[in-house]
């Protein structure tokens, strides 16, 4: 053995390179260079929707809808937008509106709702606002989005109309 310490030294470097963090890498196309991923922390973070504003339009008519529930169908929802949709009456309780294609919902809490709410109708794959939901009760197949402050009179200036929908920003 001429030089025990040299091994030592190659040990202990070989010890801490395997015990220290690296980053995870990925390579994005057309980059020489790799980017970190976002920590798990931060991806879920960065996919909290609730606060998010929705403005919805149709000629002098608007309405902003909050978002308050961070589930698949919300995130599902946001991701479509900008989106046209038509309003129509539904059953003396709600102003109803199909959408291009039906949300993701799996693992979307059902809800119990309310004057105001946006909800997704799973069985239907529409969105409702509700202006009288006296008398419904909690279903799985309603899926609360968001809430406004829209009455019945405010909603009716959207019937029949190509309603803009957005994100405001």
Request: charged fraction near 20%; charge should be negative; include cysteine.
């Amino acid at each position: 053995m001429k030089h025990p310490t040299a091994g030592i030294l190659l040990l202990v470097a070989l010890a801490l390179v395997s015990c220290s963090p690296s980053p995870a890498v990925e390579t994005t196309p057309g980059s020489a260079r790799g980017t970190s991923k976002p920590s798990e922390a931060t991806t879920s973070a960065a996919h909290n929707v609730v606060g998010t504003v929705v403005h919805f339009s149709a000629g002098s008519a608007s309405l902003d809808v909050t978002i308050g529930e961070d589930n698949p169908a919300t995130r599902d929802f946001l991701s479509m937008l900008p989106l046209t949709l038509s309003m129509e009456e539904f059953a003396g309780r709600e102003k109803i509106a199909d959408l291009p294609r039906p949300l993701h919902y799996e693992e979307s809490p059902g809800s119990d709702p309310e004057d105001g709410d946006l909800i997704y109708y799973v069985p239907w794959g529409n969105l409702g606002f509700y202006y009288n939901a006296s008398g419904i009760e909690y279903s799985d197949q309603t899926i609360h989005l968001g809430r406004s402050k829209a009455t019945r009179e405010e909603l009716a200036r959207f019937e029949g109309q190509e309603v803009r929908v957005e994100v405001n920003r």
